[in-house]
């Protein structure tokens, strides 16, 4: 299988790339030949490689990267998704599209305090959130027209190598810098937010799934891509500081923003085990490990 892939320099881009390794160990990849912004580039990456499939991660990920330059983030995540889908629905109908969405796009839809499915409605509350749900719609609407695109929307990913805007590297690294005598304290914005973590590489592997299924799912297929299990901020330090065997004293901040701006996120991943066969496989007190040890190596060297 040629794989077309799109931000694979990114943190999930760096962890499927293993994963790809490990489980399509004859794959061929293809990245890195194109600037998803231009149109005439994209067409001629994929006219002169002809892959198989492609995964689209590339976009601009962070809510807060997104807020300082909304032009730039609504070009890259709609223009750049849009450029590459209808390239592949005018050109080369037989590619199977995973485009990597992301369950923020259900936004206002979590203050329904229950886990969401595929037909929550799309609700997004910031400029991250909307310019994904666009794209989200867009390449749903090319499936009606010969786009072979399976939509993943993946809850929150933890791993190594991620950066600490995101809540569980976000307290890991405080908990680490207690550890090595570098901080006091431990800053808690909000403890009551709700957040459904997945292991980054349990999300690869259902991107992956959705690229190896004998029969491709029905074109514009939603999958909630999450766990199942909601922590909040403070269980998550907890269990952080449980791990480490460490106290400390804990400081609310409500000045400091959630990574989302979400009150909590509850998803049901039915529809992907039902579909893929999926189900995550890497243990919660396993993704602690991973991420506290990859914030331990960071700050001692």
Same mark, same amino acid.
């Given at each position: ?165 995101? &809540? #569980?590297?976000?307290?890991? @690294?405080?908990? *680490?810098? !207690?550890? /090595?005598?570098?901080?006091? $304290?431990?800053? %808690? ?7 459904? &973590? #997945?292991?980054?590489?349990? @999300?690869?592997? *259902?991107? !992956?799934? /959705?690229?190896?299924?004998? $029969?491709?799912? %029905? ?13 909040? @901020? ?68």
């Amino acid at each position: 299988m040629r794989i077309l892939l799109t931000g694979g320099h990114g943190f999930v881009g760096t962890h499927l790339k293993i994963r790809l390794k490990e489980r399509l160990p004859d794959h061929v990849l293809i990245e890195g030949q194109m600037d998803i912004l231009d149109r005439e580039a994209v067409e001629r990456v994929v006219q002169d490689t002809r892959p198989d499939a492609c995964i689209h991660l590339a976009a601009v990920s962070s809510v807060l990267e997104a807020s300082q330059d909304t032009r730039h983030a609504w070009q890259v995540n709609l223009d750049g998704t849009m450029n590459l889908a209808e390239t592949f629905q005018q050109h080369a109908r037989h590619i199977r599209f995973v485009f990597v969405s992301s369950a923020e796009i259900y936004g206002a839809s979590f203050a329904e305090d229950k886990p969401l499915d595929e037909t929550a409605t799309v609700a997004p509350l910031n400029t991250y959130a909307a310019s994904k749900a666009a794209a989200d719609m867009a390449v749903g609407m090319l499936a009606k027209e010969g786009l072979h695109v399976v939509r993943m929307r993946p809850f929150t990913q933890a791993g190594s190598g991620q950066d600490a805007h995101a &809540i #569980l590297p976000f307290l890991a @690294a405080q908990v *680490a810098r !207690i550890e /090595a005598h570098q901080q006091s $304290e431990i800053v %808690l914005g909000h403890p009551d937010v709700g957040y459904d &973590i #997945l292991n980054v590489r349990d @999300a690869c592997d *259902a991107y !992956i799934d /959705a690229l190896a299924l004998p $029969e491709p799912p %029905l074109d514009g297929t939603v999958l909630n891509i999450c766990s199942g299990q909601t922590r909040t @901020a403070s269980s998550i330090l907890s269990d952080l500081m449980e791990l480490a065997d460490i106290k400390a004293e804990i400081r609310i901040d409500p000045t400091h923003p959630a990574p989302s701006g979400l009150e909590n996120m509850q998803g049901n991943p039915q529809e992907a085990e039902q579909l893929l066969g999926w189900t995550p496989q890497i243990s919660w007190k396993n993704t602690l490990e991973e991420v506290l040890n990859d914030w331990r190596w960071r700050i001692r060297s």
